[in-house]
């Protein structure tokens, strides 16, 4: 029953999530701007009723099953399927499979390798994955290509999801940062459980470190470990923002950033203009919004799966 | 002092007060614009300039020298980073202390306030409360985005500290102070501060870097704390940042990360310099008090 009642918390936590980005997106705008010489004078007032009518007609139209028109009006399913479904979902889904792959394999290595001179430059060089800035990372890696471009490298087109490798680059670029503070944080459970008994016990009983690691250690520290699947979604998607913003990559996280007031700027990134306020696209902010609120819901549900099947299985 | 890390972080932290709080001193505030310079050749060059002996860092695109805007814009950043999160501490602090029993409705709304929260990157919350019409425009558009950026991330705190106060206060010889009838103030400074001070101040390292990275990501996607608004000859209302941290340095940058690269360059070296500072005392802090409990 707590279970049934837990997964249910999960969901209306959502919902009031998604319903909370939907009011703020409602709120009504229209700033009126009285320019003078070099002074511009701003005069803003919520209407309640337009308020109203704005959620009015929001609720009729999705009752008949409308989302709704963007900017250039065009069904928002075009940019959903264009901008979230065809673009960034596969760069979400393979950057989390991928950060969680190499989480796993950066904690074990920094576990196993500690105390040598390796290591200890491998636990570094993840340390400082995860403490430095992620655009840090994004402007080195670009300024290096550019740099072996005019070396002669061969060149290759690495701004925008036109074609396959620009997908397997936002990936593993994307996957970088939260697989480091996954590493970080599985190494130290691994090195809290060798200290057990027995662990002690199986190796002096001559099993190979190999199965000691895989077997006993791993098998236990699991339950712990997948209690961050979440937090793992929600960097990749704050990440993707950043590195759909920084390459050039049309995808669903800079569309929705340019729907909430950015459309004039462009995807050079030039300087923003007032003008915003007719380029507030509620129905992209609200559904763009609500996809990436339904994967990190998904991976919600996985984590609280996943963790209930593993602490069944230890108890 | 003979460990290397914590040699390292007492450097890297005086040099980042020193430059944040000391060299503004022998700048001036008015930042100059160059509109080109004339070369030996009779060439008018036009900014941007690269590094050189006049400009250690370069200039922007409108000709100011970067070197001192880091300068100027240094107390801002740290001082909006520090604000944010003494705020957030103190608040979170005064919940977890109230809900330190972990039972009831105020617990129960905190832990849900943490989930809901978390449910979604705080940089897409931020973004769209930013470009709400009502802080958009309002005077006091700054406190409310600093009071945001503070509320939003209350409930992980009040959480974290909730969970830990609980722990101790279970112990026996917690109990048994209370029941040979110790005062408060007694308990607060031999057990409260004792045990869960070290996590405080090792998670406000963490949260200082972690607030610096939201204001350098919100600076990237141009996003500005505070800004006005202003026309030239009749033509269209355009938006200017007001209040200049290392963040808004970045502001409508990355088109020059190709050919200019040391516009971003700058400021994200001085946020990246500033984060490692941040993060190198965390670690410091974490190694000196695992040393004391050992």
Redesign the interface.
């Known amino acids: 029953m707590g279970k049934i009642t837990n997964q249910f918390?999960?969901v209306i936590?959502?919902l009031?999530?998604f319903i909370t980005?939907t009011l703020?997106?409602l709120?009504?705008?229209?700033?009126v701007?009285i320019?003078h010489d070099?002074?511009?004078e701003?005069n803003?007032s919520?209407v309640w009723s337009q308020y109203a009518g704005n959620i009015k007609s929001f609720l009729f139209h999705l009752f008949r099953g409308d989302l709704g028109l963007n900017i250039y009006d065009q069904p928002v399913m075009n940019d959903i399927s264009l901008y979230f479904l065809e673009r960034s979902l596969p760069v979400i889904i393979g950057a989390f499979s991928l950060s969680l792959l190499l989480g796993v394999i950066l904690g074990t290595c920094i576990f196993a390798l500690k105390g040598k001179k390796i290591g200890k430059v491998s636990s570094s060089f993840v340390?400082?994955l995860q403490?430095?800035?992620?655009?840090?990372f994004y402007?080195l890696i670009?300024?290096l290509l550019?740099q072996l471009f005019r070396w002669g490298f061969p060149s290759f087109s690495f701004y925008g999801y036109d074609d396959i490798h620009n997908y397997l680059i936002a990936m593993f670029i994307v996957s970088l940062f939260p697989s480091a503070f996954l590493a970080l944080i599985i190494a130290p459970l691994l090195g809290e459980e060798e200290n057990k008994r027995y662990i002690v016990t199986a190796k002096s009983k001559g099993i190979t470190p190999f199965i000691v690691l895989w077997k006993h250690q791993w098998m236990n520290i699991m339950n712990r470990m997948v209690r961050h699947i979440?937090?793992v979604m929600?960097?990749v998607?704050?990440n993707l923002?950043?590195f759909e913003?920084?390459f050039y990559m049309r995808g669903a996280a800079m569309r929705?950033?340019q729907a909430?007031?950015?459309h004039g700027?462009s995807i050079?990134?030039?300087?923003?203009?007032?003008?915003?306020?007719g380029a507030?696209e509620v129905p992209v902010?609200i559904w763009l919004?609500a996809c990436?609120?339904l994967v990190?819901?998904f991976a919600?549900i996985i984590q609280s799966i996943l963790s209930s099947y593993l602490d069944r299985r230890l108890n | 002092m003979k460990q290397p890390l914590y040699l390292i972080s007492t450097f890297c932290s005086s040099l980042l007060l020193l430059f944040c709080f000391l060299l503004p001193f022998f700048y001036s505030n008015e930042i100059q614009e160059i509109i080109f310079i004339n070369t030996e050749e009779g060439e008018r060059l036009f900014p941007p300039y690269g590094p050189s002996p006049q400009h250690w860092l370069g200039t922007d695109i409108i000709g100011r020298d970067l070197f001192h805007q880091l300068v100027i814009y240094g107390k801002n950043t740290l001082i909006v980073v520090f604000t944010i999160v003494v705020l957030r501490f103190s608040i979170a602090l005064c919940i977890g202390f109230v809900v330190k029993n972990k039972k009831g409705v105020l617990y129960w709304l905190m832990e849900k306030a943490h989930h809901y929260l978390s449910a979604l990157p705080i940089l897409f919350l931020v973004i769209l409360f930013m470009n709400l019409a009502i802080v958009e425009v309002s005077p006091w558009r700054m406190i409310f985005i600093i009071a945001f950026i503070v509320l939003i991330e209350v409930g992980r705190l009040s959480y974290i500290f909730s969970n830990e106060i609980h722990s101790y206060y279970q112990q026996p010889y917690y109990e048994a102070s209370k029941m040979i009838g110790s005062t408060f103030w007694l308990r607060l400074r031999k057990y409260d501060i004792r045990n869960i001070g070290p996590s405080i101040v090792i998670l406000f390292m963490l949260e200082l870097s972690k607030v610096m990275l939201l204001l350098g990501q919100l600076g990237f996607l141009s996003m500005f704390i505070s800004q006005e608004y202003f026309t030239m000859e009749a033509g269209p209302v355009e938006v200017q940042n007001r209040f200049g941290t290392w963040g808004s340095m970045l502001a409508d940058t990355r088109d020059h990360i190709r050919d200019e690269f040391w516009i971003p360059l700058a400021p994200i070296g001085a946020i990246t310099f500033a984060m490692f500072t941040f993060q190198l005392c965390a670690e410091s802090l974490k190694k000196y008090f695992s040393n004391l409990k050992s």
Do not use: E, K, N
């Open positions: 918390a999960i936590t959502y009031v999530l980005i703020l997106a709120l009504p705008r229209g700033v701007f320019s070099y002074h511009v701003r803003f919520i340390w400082s403490a430095l800035p992620d655009f840090f402007i670009q300024m550019f979440h937090t929600v960097m998607i704050g923002l950043i913003y920084m929705l950033y909430m007031g950015f700027a050079r990134g030039g300087y923003r203009s007032i003008s915003s306020d507030f902010i919004f990436f609120l990190s819901f919600h």
